[in-house]
């Protein structure tokens, strides 16, 4: 496949719904389906994501979905991966690219602690 052209003209990102959502939906697609990429894969990108889960991260925690419109959240990586290679984004790239997705995820996971040594706080 070659992409002959493309145009867009307005994309919002809501970058409220990277650290939080509704009980009922899900945040951004792109990190159910990275989380559900085989452990290599994740591996790949980062050592510490391979046996890792959406539970393993603070921004997205349990789902009961997996699936969407047929396709699972593994299904639609490897759909996402393919359209990324037809636009240029592959190998170093889409390391990068999903190395930062890591990082937005691990800073869900750290917690800040008063200094009890600092009485100013």
Known sequence: ???AGSKCETYLLEKSRVISHE???RGY????QLL???ADVKKG???GLGDTDNESFSYIGYTDTNTIEGKT???RFQLTLD???IIGVKGDKLRNLMRALCVVLQLGNIVFEKDP????N
């Open 1 to 3: 496949a070659i992409l």
């Open 23 to 25: 009980e009922e939906e």
């Open 29 to 32: 697609h792109i990190f159910y």
């Open 36 to 38: 559900a990429a085989p």
């Open 45 to 47: 990108f980062w050592d």
């Open 73 to 75: 959240d593994a299904q």
């Open 83 to 85: 359209a990324l290679a």
């Open 117 to 120: 040594s600092n009485e100013e």
